[in-house]
């Protein structure tokens, strides 16, 4: 039986070779005719003659192919395909081969094993291979095996007949003769695959000439060769073939391809569109602007009639003005040499007559001033169809300004690219990559922030050093940064304007992921105009605002406070800026403060020794003063004319210095203080806004306000032995906001004669406890909060608060002494919240008089725990009411003129243990949930509280008429007495 399968078998090869014969023979004569009308019709519909020298053979096509026509004009999505047998190479030659071109900027398509389905080619493959300029096909010996790679050779054959594209054969582990004539082990799998495709004979014959043809091709056998070398080689004639203006001198480019991918998209060249795009490429120095550009043009130049990429337009217009740049532009698109014979006027004139006639890219990089664009003399709108301009800056403002359709920020690289970057700088062989060096790769990208310049500059020094250098030159870089990385970066600081300079160092020493309205005030004080010097800071991308923050990239901060430390490296009394405890502590110790101080800002948390405020005194320039503690020792007899903003948390002496006389300034901070008496008599300070004492317990009376006629804040809240306020706080017209709350000892408060207080709009007394009256309202008309919760001494409510008419909050909740309140508030039309809950001395009278038909704009009406007999039938009348709380009363029933209350979403009736009937309800309105749960904090969590009412509610069917009772939203019934049958209940 064997001896006959034996005999069967060498017939049946004797039998294929012959067919093989005859089927080469036929076919070869057949594609022969093929190819030339194929071309025939291919020239012909290009309108070119159809003569043999047209036709690009196969030898020459591996060459210079890639400036012909048919490529220039092709849309390529890849540089590089990769044909590779997985099992052979993936994770060896390939991979290295794979890494080193995307480093170089090379879009690579290499196949992924789960594109691999089924027998045949997916599309998926096809279109890469049909889509890129390059393929590199790496023969090896279990290469032939898999007729997925054939059919991908096959495929690179054909483009390379049809579309002139070069192909690079490499001999991987096989000898380029075994590949060329299907010998050996590739003679056998070709066997096979005759065996298996018996009756497809075609395609085992097009895949042996697409082999033949391909390996004849000139390529490299790295056998027995360095691979690294042989792997540099490849790349470099990869970069020559496709013509790359810049890959042959940038390297390390991890994760550049999706990113370039994303710009690519974004000057949408795949559009059937020919508009004109311009791009905008923005970001921090160092973050690789440039470097995206570079790899941008490289890959998408081709497709354009001419281009130009023009390097540090900055530069170039400083030497030689705009037409230093012209001539560039000119030189590199329409090849003009001997433009020196040329006027400024005639540069000028050939890129508006000439340039606009061709479709054109044009890459600027470093522009820095918006001039630099604008006397360029070309007109973005004006260009011709499908042109493409790209515009790289540090300065946001000038893309916007002039007229980029999109403008892309670089982001930072994330953590797994900067570790990837950082491997490839600082170890060169796996053998360098040692243990205790690994150990702090962290801390070393900690400190980079994922900025690719950083990230680079650190690797590159730390190559070939030890552990012990590596922990030394962290820490050096501490208070010593890199040179390279920070002379980068100094040039956007460079070119910031004085007071954004002044910014930029504040940001950088004190502000740095603080509250970005805080800053502002603070840098308003300062008189450095923030709106706009902040506008500015973003748009030369030095911070950024997230969660209403501002936020620096380490980087930058470290080269602010390497400018500051640079005035005097050792010596911080000479700092314009003082941010370090340590450094504070030296100054007071030593008494060597200087006037080149002007800011003292130190950390709140950081704990300090006790030492002398004595050398506090000498920084007589000293304009912004923060601090956080009270273990000084000594007395502070001085404090600088020059300050504008004051703020010092736990303030541990009694008073001001008696010389104190800052006319600048604005805000005056002191919370938590050991102030007593904070000035004696009149002082002067024009400027001063804000002031800020609260919970100063030693404080028993405010100082003259007389000399503060526009101050605006003014906090007191917690002044517990605050028994006094200075009358002539009734003269100030610009105040706004006052808050006496928790002033346990405060029993009055009286405004004087003649007092105007326009511009109060928020009033908070709640928490004084023996305050017996309120003030006159009479200067107050625009006052919009009014807050006396907790004061339980209180009796009686000034008649003169019906003249509120802006009033929209008012409480008096827990005024536990509070008998009566004036009726005559007709004019209360804006109050949207009133708050009488607890008031239990209220007589019903008081109150139906108080709740009047004016009150057309009331939300939230609280009247709980009031001892209520009646409700007030004037409630039918507030109809914009939504929520309203009559806990706690001793009511029999709610009037019927509640049903009137079409906006009602929530009531409460809660502990109200008398109560038997409730009206109709069903009149009231389901469609909207009103504006109370929509702008009043905390609302979500009552509504979920409340809605356990709702279920509680059910328990009580039956008991009153409360037809329509259910079309109300939320309804609380806790502990509600019943007299009522309850058998209907279920």
């Known amino acids: 039986m064997d001896i006959s399968m034996h005999i069967l078998n060498c017939s049946w090869t004797f039998l294929q070779r012959m067919c093989r014969v005859y089927l080469i023979n036929t076919t070869t004569m057949m594609m022969m005719m093929t190819d030339k009308l194929g071309f025939r019709r291919f020239w ?101 095996s898999s007729s997925w790679c054939l059919d991908e050779m096959a495929t690179i054959a054909d483009c390379k007949q049809q579309s002139n594209q070069t192909v690079f054969p490499v001999f991987y582990d096989v000898d380029p003769s075994i590949v060329r004539h299907q010998r050996g082990a590739y003679k056998i799998d070709f066997l096979v695959h005759r065996l298996k495709l018996r009756n497809e004979p075609n395609k085992v014959l097009r895949w042996e000439k ?58 949408r060249l795949s559009s059937k569109s020919d508009d004109v795009q311009v791009l905008g490429i923005w970001g921090m120095g160092g973050i690789g602007k440039t470097t995206h550009a570079v790899v941008l043009y490289d890959k998408m130049s081709h497709r354009f009639d001419a281009s130009c990429f023009i390097e540090d337009v900055s530069k170039l217009y400083r030497d030689g003005g705009h037409t230093a740049v012209q001539k560039q532009i000119i030189h590199q698109t329409l090849d003009e040499k001997c ?44 260009l011709f169809r499908g042109s493409r301009m790209v515009i790289i800056s540090r300065d946001e403002h000038i893309l916007k300004v002039y007229g980029a359709h999109v403008i892309h920020e670089v982001s930072l690289m994330n953590d797994k690219d900067a570790r990837e970057l950082f491997y490839t700088k600082a170890f060169e062989s796996e053998e360098q990559n040692s243990s205790s060096c690994v150990e702090l790769i962290p801390e070393v990208l900690k400190y980079a922030q994922c900025l690719p310049l950083a990230v680079r500059v650190i690797g590159s020094f730390l190559c070939r050093r030890d552990s012990s250098e590596w922990r030394d030159t962290l820490d050096r870089f501490e208070n010593n940064p890199d040179n390279k990385i920070m002379d980068v970066l100094q040039i956007s600081f460079d070119g910031l304007h004085y007071t954004e300079k002044e910014i930029f160092l504040h940001i950088a020493c004190f502000f740095k992921e603080e509250r970005e309205d805080y800053v502002k005030r603070i840098l308003e004080c300062c008189g450095l105009h923030p709106h706009i010097g902040i506008q500015r800071m973003i748009e030369k991308s030095l911070i950024t605002i997230r969660d209403q923050q501002i936020h620096m990239h380490d980087m930058l901060q470290e080269l602010g406070k390497k400018i500051v430390r640079n005035q005097c490296p050792e010596e911080p009394e000479s700092w314009s800026r003082i941010w370090l405890y340590e450094d504070f502590f030296h100054v007071l110790t030593t008494q060597t403060g200087t006037n080149d101080v002007k800011a003292i800002v130190l950390n709140e948390k950081e704990a300090i ?31 600088s004319q020059k300050l504008r903003y004051f703020l010092w948390h736990d303030y541990p002496f009694a008073s001001l210095p008696s010389s104190f006389a800052a006319s600048g300034l604005v805000e005056l901070n002191m919370p938590n203080s050991s102030i007593n008496c904070l000035w004696e008599g009149r002082k002067d300070f024009p400027c001063l806004k804000r ?58 408060f009286k405004l004087g004669n003649g007092f105007n207080l326009s511009s109060l709009r928020v009033l908070h007394f709640s928490g004084c406890t023996k305050l017996e009256n309120t003030p006159d309202f009479t200067g107050t008309t625009i006052l919009e909060y009014l807050d006396f919760d907790g004061c339980t001494s209180l009796s009686s409510v000034h008649e003169s608060i019906g003249v509120l008419a802006k009033l929209t909050f008012l409480s008096l909740r827990d005024c536990t002494s509070l008998a009566s309140i004036p009726s005559n508030n007709n004019i209360m039309k804006s109050l949207q919240t009133l708050d009488f809950s607890g008031c239990f001395q209220l007589t019903d009278l008081s109150l139906r008089f108080f ?62 243990h008398t109560l038997q009937y409730l009206p109709n309800l069903s009149k009231i309105s389901t469609s909207s949930t009103g504006r109370y749960f929509k702008t009043v904090s905390g609302s979500r969590d009552h509504r979920i509280h409340v809605l356990f009412g709702v279920a509680l509610t059910l328990l009580f069917l039956g008991v009153w008429n409360f037809q329509g009772l259910l079309h109300i939203r939320f309804i609380y019934l806790l502990k509600v007495k019943t007299q009522k049958n309850t058998s209907t209940c279920h």
């Open 339 to 382: 433009l020196d014979t040329y006027s400024p006027i005639e540069i000028s004139g050939i890129v508006r007559n000439r340039l606009h006639k061709i479709k054109v890219l044009i890459v600027l990089d470093n522009v820095d001033e918006l001039e630099q664009l604008q006397e360029l003399a070309i007109n973005s709108k004006l």
């Open 210 to 267: 697409a082999m033949t043809d391909l390996a004849n091709s000139t390529g490299w056998d790295v056998r027995y060769k360095p691979e690294f070398r042989e792997i540099e080689k490849i790349v470099q004639a990869v970069i020559e073939t496709l013509g790359h203006k810049f890959s042959g001198f940038v390297d390390d480019l991890i994760g550049i391809q999706p990113r370039v991918q994303a710009l690519e998209d974004k000057l």
């Open 44 to 144: 012909g519909g290009l309108g070119l003659p159809s003569s043999s020298s047209n036709v690009i053979s196969s030898e020459s096509a591996s060459s210079s192919d890639h400036s012909s026509g048919t490529i220039q004009n092709q849309d390529y999505r890849y540089d590089v395909f990769i044909s590779f047998r997985g099992s052979d190479t993936r994770n060896s030659f390939v991979d290295h081969l794979y890494s080193h071109l995307l480093r170089k900027g090379i879009f690579v398509f290499k196949d992924d094993h789960k594109l691999r389905k089924g027998e045949s080619i997916s599309s998926q493959l096809l279109q890469a291979i049909r889509g890129s300029r390059i393929s590199i096909i790496v023969f090896s010996k279990d290469y032939p």
């Open 691 to 748: 002031m800020d004492l609260s919970n100063s317990k030693y404080l028993t009376e405010t100082p003259d306000f007389t000399g503060v006629p526009n101050l605006e804040r003014l906090d007191l809240s917690g002044c517990t032995d605050l028994s006094f306020v200075h009358p002539s706080i009734g003269l100030l017209q610009q105040l706004a906001f006052l808050s006496l709350r928790n002033c346990t000892n405060l029993i009055s």
């Open 609 to 639: 020794s006790e030492c002398s405020i004595d050398g506090l005194s000498k920084m007589k320039n000293l304009k912004l003063l923060i601090l956080y503690h009270k273990r000084f020792s000594g007395s502070l007899n001085f404090l």
């Open 851 to 912: 709740i009047s038909l004016s009150m057309t704009s009331l939300i939230l009406l609280d009247i709980g725990f009031c001892n209520l007999l009646e409700v007030p039938n004037a409630i039918g009348d507030l109809l914009c009411l939504e929520r309203l709380n009559l806990q706690g009363n001793n009511f029999v029933a709610i009037p019927p003129s509640i049903s009137r209350l079409k906006s009602l979403a929530y009531l409460n009736v809660s502990h109200c």
